[in-house]
């Protein structure tokens, strides 16, 4: 069965500075997709950005990037520019071939101003 | 356009009564899934509609859960009788289609309902 771990349950960051989220996963599928959710302190969970699995380059969004290593099964997301916004629970996820998902247990990110 | 729906927002029980839980999903959206997130925990998956068929039923803990979804639009989880390792939060989550085309699968989710047993 697909797993997704993600090993820091916190991280800050300071205001502008720039914060990497880790994210690595199990599988022995070749085609998935992988996704970083944002859910922000009692609001819902938002899509930040996604990565077809096929696909070599790195996914971008704006501030928000991904340094996606196929072989490593890693899935890391940046985030540039922190902004106060910016803090939330983030939840990275795996989806496969039968679009079912498998999340992590997500890593809280609080921003420092 | 509306996002999906979740009520009620929190609900406190006692061990042993019956809750529902309800899901609106975005209106056309013919997957709908029901997630769990037990504090601290990873959010897993529960199960699995397309329009009124369970596609997926392989994450629901035990038969004290049970969803409906009535006539392909909202759905109901309803758990009976609760016990206490059932808080948690239950997230809903709906998408357009299947499959890999872009935008079909991305899941839009709800805001979750936090259910407390005591």
Not at chain 1, 62 to 67: A, C, E, P, T
Not at chain 2, 1 to 19: D, L, N, R, Y
Request: with cysteine; glycine share 8%.
């Amino acid at each position: 069965a697909q797993t997704v771990t993600q090993s820091q349950p916190e991280m800050s960051v300071q205001e502008a500075e720039t914060v990497t989220l880790s994210c690595t996963y199990d599988t022995s599928e070749s085609d998935y997709y992988l996704f970083w959710y944002k859910q922000p302190p009692s609001r819902q969970m938002i899509l930040v950005i996604r990565q077809e699995a096929y696909k070599q380059q790195n996914a971008t969004e704006n501030r928000f990037s991904v340094n996606f290593q196929k072989a490593a099964k890693s899935f890391s997301l940046k985030i540039s520019d922190s902004q106060l916004g910016d803090a939330a629970m983030y939840f990275c996820a795996y989806m496969d071939n039968f679009n079912k998902f498998y999340f992590g247990s997500g890593t809280k990110l609080n921003v420092k101003p | 356009e509306a996002g999906v729906t979740q009520f009620p927002s929190h609900s406190v029980i006692e061990k042993g009564q019956t809750v529902t839980l309800r899901c609106d999903p975005i209106s056309g959206h013919d997957n709908l899934y029901w997630y769990r997130r037990v504090m601290g925990k990873e959010i897993k998956f529960l199960l699995h509609f397309v329009k009124e068929s369970k596609q997926d039923e392989s994450g629901m803990p035990n038969n004290r859960f049970l969803a409906e979804r009535t006539g392909g639009t909202y759905s109901t989880l309803k758990v009976q009788p609760a016990e206490l390792e059932d808080s948690g939060v239950y997230f809903c989550a709906s998408s357009q289609g299947l499959g890999f085309g872009r935008g079909a699968y991305e899941q839009y989710f709800g805001p979750g309902t936090r259910l407390t047993v005591t």
